[in-house]
């Protein structure tokens, strides 16, 4: 129970501390019986105490948040005291989320495509999409390979430090997931911002010509999901921002076309390896890693083309990829597998080199996963380490 006196939002207060008294227990019938033990339940936010400590507007210009702020508008080349209201809000949210996010990855929380690495995730691509808005971009941080993640980081381990030993002592595992987790999403935001633009303003044309409000097809919106890998909250986003909506419905229905003709691949594609005795001795049994993560770096163990070994292959052709380990789901007991991506990078500056789509994953000769997609991009040979991506909206719908 809480009492409040209605000051009808009046600007002169601001509510940083209140008073629950819990006193019943509210039955199923609607009933409330008094409670053996009562309590009072204090909330009092931290930042909220030290807005007014510290004397300061908000609570982001408390020295809890303002310094990561401050990295970041160094970073950005602008002065937050000088910049406008949008430029501040971007701020607002680089710090915000960044003080959010190490905190869950030192609790051990990483980023991937469920549950609460979700959450991570989210809120780091909304960090790096907003921080290349406003023009961030690496500053030099050692081993930094080009990311701006790290350098912010490291200002809020030297703010959490006293706090918080524990971050501390997680600092390089931090530094290190964020920048593997910045440079992928920049590769991704390449391959998708150019076309999305494009889409947009074709939504916002065709809109004006019938007095329509612009909306983002459901098969563009698939489109770059599925082709380009482009987070479909992102493409969310960026529509909303430009004033267009999206055709949810319309993407769900794509998703569901491309699940059936997944399905249907798998009652006609097999597996042709010409010398089954070579590969079983070259290629060891995969590691599955795909029931903790939907994510792995892994190295390529073999290359097929119409089940004969090769050792590279270019864009363009269709191929089965041999890992020593995979988050993919191989087909089994009537689930099919898997769909995602592969993607191959330099050695030197995280610079993407080839990307696969995975559209297929079985078992063959034992415990070996083989993987079938097509090269959009690039080159790839055996030896080379990739990332795995295992597509986890498709896999929600498939997996029955």
């Known amino acids: 129970m809480r009492c409040v006196q209605d000051l009808n939002d009046d600007s002169r207060f601001i509510e940083f501390y209140n008073l629950v008294f819990m006193q019943y227990n509210k039955n199923d019938d609607g009933s409330l019986e008094p409670l053996k033990q009562k309590n009072i339940d204090t909330g009092m936010g931290l930042e909220r105490m030290a807005r007014i400590l510290q004397n300061v507007p908000n609570n982001y210009e408390t020295d809890l948040i303002f310094p990561i702020m401050e990295k970041a508008a160094s970073m950005a080349l602008v002065s937050y005291s000088k910049a406008d209201n949008a430029m501040r809000t971007n701020l607002k949210v680089i710090g915000d989320h960044m003080r959010a996010v190490v905190y869950l990855i030192s609790d051990g929380v990483i980023p991937s495509n469920i549950g609460r690495g979700y959450v991570v995730r989210r809120l780091i691509r909304r960090v790096v999409r907003t921080g290349r808005l406003i023009g961030m971009r690496g500053d030099g941080h050692e081993n930094s390979e080009g990311a701006f993640l790290p350098s912010l980081a490291e200002t809020v381990i030297s703010l959490s430090s006293e706090i918080d030993p524990d971050v501390e002592s997680r600092r390089k595992s931090i530094l290190g997931e964020l920048q593997r987790e910045e440079l992928r999403f920049v590769q991704t935001l390449g391959r998708g911002e150019k076309l999305l633009d494009e889409l947009l303003d074709e939504a916002l044309g065709s809109a004006g010509d019938i007095g329509d409000k612009p909306c983002l097809s459901g098969k563009d919106v698939f489109l770059l999901y599925d082709t380009y890998g482009f987070p479909i909250e992102i493409t969310a986003e960026i529509a909303s921002e430009r004033g267009v909506t999206i055709d949810m419905k319309g993407f769900d229905i794509e998703m569901e076309n491309q699940r059936k003709q997944s399905q249907a691949a798998h009652n006609v594609i097999k597996l042709s390896v010409g010398n089954e005795t070579e590969i079983i001795k070259s290629i060891p049994d995969t590691e599955f890693l ?111």
């Not at 079938?372 to 997996?399: H, N, Y």
């Open 290 to 400: 795909g029931y903790e993560s939907l994510f792995a770096t892994a190295v390529v163990k073999g290359i097929l083309i119409n089940g004969n070994p090769v050792e590279n292959v270019s864009e363009g052709t269709d191929v089965e990829i041999l890992l020593d380990r995979t988050p993919f789901y191989a087909e089994s007991g009537g689930q099919v597998g898997d769909n995602g991506f592969l993607y191959v990078y330099g050695e030197e500056g995280g610079k993407q080199n080839a990307v696969i789509e995975i559209k297929d994953v079985q078992k063959s000769l034992g415990n070996i996963f083989v993987h079938k997609g097509t090269i959009k991009q690039g080159s790839v040979e055996v030896g080379k380490k990739i990332d795995a991506a295992v597509d986890g909206k498709l896999r929600q719908g498939a997996k029955v």
